[in-house]
């Protein structure tokens, strides 16, 4: 490191020289420091660039032939502008980049020089007290990290993480704020769900009739049997070759994306894609939007430690966090980043630390030197309770450090439990509160609402308190819930009468063992089935899952999201190191621990990575550079650090 430069700024410090005498003096100095050695960050006064094959200070050329050009100690002194702008300046401003700046509320240069804010879509970026930060535009609200609609966005419908649920057949809407379905082809809106009403035991002919137990839907008919080719599946009588919730046989059911639709064609699945949208594997995308799939399909946007990849007209970029600002394609808080110390590519000389946007020889007390940074452990999901402890970043939430170690922030609408973010309005594993899990009823299905655990009813069954119940045939809920048939008689077609004829008595419910779920092949045989799911019998029990969900092996999973089987049966998304594995629209992705940023699919620490040295590509290839900090530098035994 130069001499000149301490001695000179000890010099400014104590005679008070004004702007004006600073710039009038300082060509003068200047001169003196040609062919001088770069400072430990690679770096010269105004009017000279470091010449990094020797490490040296050389003249920059101009116009008028005198020095010009400026960097991050000029900057940062107020001295990167002109004489006039830096001589008009008022107090408080400092100037950055030739103008006079407020570090406190410029969202260019914020807290810093060139420290620069950013925004969402629908968002303005702004500086509030030297930290970054976003307004969103009229019609928009902040949820987390993004901007929304409430009033039309179908996963914060009225509210940040109030989710539409996915119908399995039809499209999300959200109109008002409030949750619906569209249905198209032949499928009709019956409440909030679409429904064939040719084939539908729940919806046959119309949205309110519906099939006793053990019959079925044929051409909108409810019958006993089904007719010529068509198949009976849980009451539908369905062409599986054709039929997307049973194709090819009657337990499996295409998987449907979103942005699209499951297609059955020759008894195998594909699908078909909403209108600007287009195949991508079992996906739907906009490729001019979707940053995992950023003008191609595949193609997977970098993110940056502490924000977010973005995907815009086809090009990728990315947005920063609250609190932290833009530097190159990294997100930092400029108040304790080694690399960044105080301003964008300021990197503090070996032996230094940066905290406070100053570097200094050492930490204060309570907090600890992590790699330059001085931090406190207590809170920092970087370095949560000693350096390089990065906590895993949940899906639906961010990571968090407190007394306990790791935990997780939820976003808005989700909830902590264990290391996992879920809605406990939806959730049957978590119903109302954590580990809550929803009942699976006989001859139907859990589901959690914001009031807590019910049923969702097979065809043919009602719900009497918290059961499924045939009111066709149940001696203790004959034609109506409560209605018990008396000693002798029997419940047949929902009256009490005095014997079944030719169905069969079970405990005085006259039923069909070829269809009956409670007794399914003989009197008491109950079947029952796994979450998301509900129980048949065709003289032997099996399930058929409740859309969105389909069928993998003996469980029914939403494909859409399910790390297990995303995009389609068998699809498990892979482990990364020092992240989290995520399944996002059938899609797999990353999301990464704090502190690392994604790079190529990948999460790695820019601070010390040789091929990814203060963000993605940059390679420490030359002159047995390693990375430092962020920082490509030179061994101990060069004794210099250069960029």
């Known amino acids: 490191m130069y001499e000149q430069s301490p001695l000179w700024l000890a010099l400014v410090a104590l005679t008070g020289f004004s702007a004006a005498a600073l710039l009038s003096c300082q060509s003068g100095l200047a001169t003196s420091l040609d062919r001088k050695p770069c400072d430990a960050a690679g770096r010269c006064l105004p009017g000279y660039e470091c010449d990094t094959s020797s490490n040296s200070c050389v003249r920059l050329p101009s116009s008028n ?27 408080g401003e400092t100037v950055c980049g030739g103008k006079c700046v407020l570090l406190n509320s410029d969202a260019a240069n914020c807290g810093s020089c060139n420290a620069l804010c950013t925004a969402p879509l629908h968002g303005t970026p702004v500086c ?11 019609g928009y609200a902040a949820c987390g990290e993004t901007c929304v ?22 499209t999300r809407t959200c109109q008002a704020g409030v949750c619906g379905v569209s249905c198209g082809g032949r499928l009709a809106q019956c409440g909030a769900v679409c429904a064939d009403l040719d084939t539908d035991p729940g919806h046959c002919g119309a949205c309110q009739t519906t099939c006793p137990a053990g019959g079925v839907c044929s051409s909108g008919q409810c019958a006993d049997t089904c007719q010529s080719e068509a198949v009976n599946c849980s009451g539908a009588c369905v062409v599986t070759a054709t039929s997307a919730a049973h194709c090819g046989s009657c337990d ?25 949208y287009k195949p991508c594997g079992a996906n739907c995308i906009d490729a001019s939007s979707d940053p995992l799939n950023c003008g191609a399909c595949g193609h997977t946007c970098d993110a940056p430690s502490g924000g977010m990849a973005t995907c815009s007209a086809g090009n990728c970029d990315s947005t920063c966090n609250q609190g932290f600002a833009k530097c190159g394609s990294l997100c930092i808080k400029t108040d304790n980043d080694a690399a960044n110390c105080g301003s964008c590519g300021h990197a503090c000389a070996a032996g230094e630390v940066c905290s406070g946007s100053q570097c200094v020889s ?45 935990g997780v922030s939820c976003a808005a609408g989700y909830s902590a439990c264990g290391t996992s973010c879920v809605q406990l309005g939806t959730d049957i594993a978590n119903c109302g509160k954590c580990g809550v899990v929803c009942p699976m009823p006989a001859n139907g299905s859990a589901v959690c609402t914001a009031s807590g655990c019910g049923a969702n009813c097979n065809p043919g069954y009602t719900v009497c308190g ?12 004959c034609g109506s819930c409560g209605t018990s048939c008396g000693a002798g008689t029997v419940c047949k077609a929902g009256v009490c009468t005095a014997d079944c004829g030719t169905q069969t008595n079970c405990g005085g419910s006259c039923v069909n063992l070829g ?38 092996g003996n469980a029914c999973v939403d494909t859409t999201s399910d790390l297990n089987n995303c995009g389609a049966c068998g699809t498990k998304c892979p482990v990364a190191p020092h992240g989290t594995a995520t399944c996002t629209s059938s899609g797999c992705g990353v999301a990464c621990d704090a502190g690392f940023t994604r790079c190529s699919g990948a999460c790695i620490d820019t601070t010390k990575d040789n091929f990814n040295c203060g963000g993605c590509g940059i390679v420490c290839a030359t002159n047995k550079k390693t990375c430092v900090a962020g920082v490509c530098s030179k061994g101990k035994d060069d004794g210099n650090m250069q960029n």
């Open 515 to 552: 269809s009956d779920t409670s007794n399914c092949g003989k009197c008491g045989t109950a079947c029952s089935a796994p979450a998301n799911a509900m129980p048949v019998c065709t003289g032997m029990c099996g399930f058929q899952c409740t859309l969105p969900h389909i069928r993998c």
């Open 149 to 170: 609609d409430f009033s039309s966005d179908v996963d914060n419908c009225g509210g940040c993480g109030k989710n539409c649920a996915a119908t399995g057949a039809g």
């Open 466 to 477: 918290s059961a499924c119940i045939d009111l066709q045939s149940d001696t203790k809920h």
């Open 362 to 406: 050492s930490c204060p007390a309570g907090d600890k030197n992590c790699s330059g940074s001085c931090v406190n452990v207590a809170t920092d999901p970087m370095n949560c309770h000693a350096c390089a402890v990065a906590c895993p970043a949940p899906a639906n939430g961010g990571p968090a450090c407190g007394a306990a170690g790791c």
């Open 65 to 91: 032939g005198d020095a010009g050009g400026s960097n991050a100690i000029g900057d940062s002194l107020g001295m990167g502008g002109s004489s006039s702008a830096a001589g008009s300046c008022r107090e």
């Open 128 to 138: 509030v007290a030297s930290r970054c930060n976003f307004a969103c535009d009229q």
């Open 252 to 276: 499996k059911a295409c998987p449907a994306p979103q942005h699209g639709m499951a297609v059955c064609a020759g008894s195998s699945c594909s699908i078909g894609c909403d209108s600007g």
